[in-house]
């Protein structure tokens, strides 16, 4: 237990300067936890306190999942953008063949 709060308070602390990668490996970390936890045998008492931790420490899931939306918002740009260079790129290379050529003539 003092393990997840440790990790979920150095994620919190550098929440700014994370990476996603960073966010994947505590969420998977995070999991390998929470499943010891539930597998391990505790009596009512440190069940109790396990529960009383585990709701101060989602408290902080709103500044991850902040965090997540952020990547999230900024891969979308980047796929927008993406999509509308191979759609100007697209418009320039055009794959039609002329049959006649036109001559402006002065007049």
């Keep these: 237990m003092e393990q997840l709060e440790t990790m979920t308070m150095a994620l919190v602390h550098q929440i700014e300067h994370s990476t996603e990668e960073d966010i994947v490996a505590f969420v998977q970390q995070r999991e390998e936890h ?3 936890l539930k597998n391990g045998t505790v009596n009512q008492a440190q069940l109790q306190e396990m529960r ?3 709701s101060k420490l989602l408290a902080y899931d709103e500044i991850i999942l902040g965090r997540m ?4 918002i900024s891969a979308e ?5 993406t999509s509308t260079a191979r ?3 697209s418009a320039y ?3 039609i063949l002329y049959d006649s050529l036109l001559f402006d003539t002065k007049k």
């Design 34 to 36: 929470i499943d010891l």
């Design 52 to 54: 009383d931790q585990l």
């Design 69 to 72: 939306n952020e990547f999230k």
């Design 77 to 81: 740009l980047g796929m927008h953008k």
């Design 87 to 89: 759609k100007q790129k």
């Design 93 to 95: 290379e055009s794959t």
